[in-house]
């Protein structure tokens, strides 16, 4: 994508601006699953971390809020790379 980048930025076409907008909107749904898989990964370590707290006898529950919208939306944009 980089290149394609480079390569509008050096262009002289007139269709630059849709493509440019094209490869924006690529790299922003690319960072949208890249922060969506890491927030999961940081989900299943606290999992682990929890797992071994119960082992221990010395878990302590932590009830937060969460938007389930946001939550559905970022697993959908993982899923949907997969698909």
């Known amino acids: 994508m980089y290149q394609e ?23 922003k749904e690319g960072m949208k699953v890249q922060e969506a898989s890491a927030n999961l990964m940081s989900f299943l370590v606290q999992d682990f971390l929890d797992y071994a707290q119960i082992k221990e006898g010395k878990f302590r529950k932590q009830i937060k809020a969460f938007n389930i919208r946001e939550a559905v939306e970022n697993v959908m944009c993982i899923q949907r790379k997969k698909a």
């Open 5 to 27: 980048i480079e390569g509008l930025i050096n262009s002289d076409e007139p269709e630059t601006n849709d493509k440019l907008k094209s490869v924006l909107k690529k790299l």
